[in-house]
């Protein structure tokens, strides 16, 4: 699997975990930004700081280039370091949404 492919993967997972953190808040991104704007309120939903929003910004942006105009230009630590991100990602929703939302976990 090439490395465009494993980091669109990490991105996509990382997105949904942020979206879940969202969802779980009452809220949902409008269409326009999407992606921007559920990156961004993971200051508000999990508490990210400015640090960790900027690198998956950088991401999002290295994504889009990826994606839509010249592929190829993802390297392999840029993959483990966004497959870093939806780990994280992924383990700080499920724990938040059991601290603050458990009402919505399936028994």
């Given at each position: ?24 808040a ?16 993971l ?65």
């Open positions: 699997m090439s490395d465009d492919w494993r980091f669109a993967i990490a991105y996509n997972a990382a997105l949904q975990a942020a979206t879940a953190a969202l969802a779980a009452g809220y949902r991104a409008s269409r326009e930004n999407h992606h921007y704007r559920v990156i961004q309120s200051e508000l939903t999990l508490g990210k700081d400015a640090k960790f929003i900027r690198a998956f910004d950088a991401f999002r942006k290295k994504r889009n280039v990826s994606s839509y105009d010249i592929g190829g230009g993802i390297s392999h630590r840029e993959v483990e370091e966004m497959i870093g991100i939806a780990q994280s990602l992924q383990q700080d929703v499920e724990q938040w949404i059991r601290t603050n939302h458990g009402s919505l976990l399936s028994k």
